[in-house]
């Protein structure tokens, strides 16, 4: 098995002078914009009718040709959000978009993703399903570091006691 190394983040952290503790912040921006990508050609073959298509990616289950051109498709939408170029660029697309599409499946299988569009084959459902997919594949990437923020319901707790008396 491959070993997953970060020297590419170091690498771009040193050309942009950043510190070692600053690289959490330039992680976050670069699994942001991988993650937007992905989401935009997962939406774009959503909006086409391939819904089926899209399934089967992240179940590993499409063609071997579909899957390279879907994955060309994402890594060339993410070189051109990062905004570097060269090795380096390349470098930093090989290793953070298998991260971000490997924490995609998890959160599908573990929110049961797959299930529901099986279920649901609609467009607009689709779509919606995925929009859900991507912030909770961000929240995975990014979790809340310990504040324990959380959104907050359209009715307050106290609201809700009253109306179950």
């Known amino acids: 098995m491959k070993k997953?190394?970060?020297?590419?983040?170091?690498?771009?952290?040193?050309?942009?002078?950043?510190?070692?503790?600053?690289?959490?912040?330039?992680?976050?921006?670069?699994?942001?914009?991988?993650?937007?990508?992905?989401q935009d050609v997962l939406r774009a073959e959503v909006q086409k009718g391939n819904v089926q298509l899209v399934s089967d990616f992240l179940l590993d289950k499409a063609l071997p040709a579909a899957k390279a051109l879907l994955l060309e498709r994402m890594a060339t939408r993410l070189l051109l959000r990062i905004g570097l170029r060269g090795v380096l660029a390349t470098s930093v697309v090989g290793w953070i978009l298998p991260f971000?599409?490997?924490?995609?499946?998890?959160?599908?299988?573990?929110?049961?993703?797959?299930?529901?569009?099986k279920a649901n084959?609609?467009?607009?459902?689709?779509?919606?399903?995925?929009?859900?997919?991507?912030?909770?594949?961000?929240?995975?990437?990014?979790?809340?570091?310990?504040?324990?923020?959380e959104l907050a319901d359209d009715t307050s707790t106290s609201e809700k006691k009253l109306l179950q008396e």
């Open 4 to 38: 997953l190394t970060f020297r590419p983040i170091f690498d771009v952290a040193k050309a942009t002078s950043l510190r070692a503790w600053q690289t959490g912040r330039l992680f976050q921006q670069v699994a942001r914009k991988a993650l937007d990508a992905v």
């Open 100 to 117: 971000v599409l490997e924490q995609l499946i998890k959160v599908g299988v573990k929110t049961g993703f797959f299930d529901k569009i």
């Open 121 to 149: 084959a609609t467009v607009a459902d689709t779509l919606t399903r995925l929009d859900e997919l991507k912030w909770a594949t961000w929240k995975r990437i990014n979790p809340d570091a310990g504040t324990k923020a």
